[in-house]
């Protein structure tokens, strides 16, 4: 059983910033990426960013120069810091996890909430 707990979610003001963190049970050597997806309300769930298992990156335009995301290959974690947080970026935010047989598993998700 996947397990992926998060972790960092909470309440700022815009301009601040924020770090999750989603530590994953299962080996690095079984993961192909890694990635942060958010849903607001009345909107579909969405990319936020993505690392590889080689290290390469992706991001929403949204947040593209915003936010960072990282990964831990020792502690298994993948991280995301927020920057110059917005109101727009208030959401659900979940951890997802891909692994090298195409499973893909996801956190709980954390609540993260930015006031203008």
């Known amino acids: 059983q996947v397990q992926l707990v998060e972790s960092g979610g909470g309440l700022v003001q815009a301009g601040g910033s924020l770090r999750l963190s989603c530590a994953v049970s299962i080996s690095r050597f079984n993961i192909n990426a890694m990635g942060w997806f958010r849903q607001a309300p009345g909107k579909q769930r969405e990319l936020v960013a993505r690392?590889?298992?080689?290290?390469?990156?992706t991001y929403a335009d949204s947040v593209e120069d915003r936010f960072t995301i990282s990964r831990d290959n020792v502690e298994n974690t993948v991280y995301l810091q927020m920057n110059s947080l917005k109101p727009e970026d208030t959401a659900v935010y979940y951890c997802n996890v891909l692994t090298r047989w195409g499973n893909s598993y996801w956190g709980q998700g954390t609540q993260v909430t930015v006031s203008s």
């Open positions: 690392i590889t298992n080689g290290g390469s990156t």
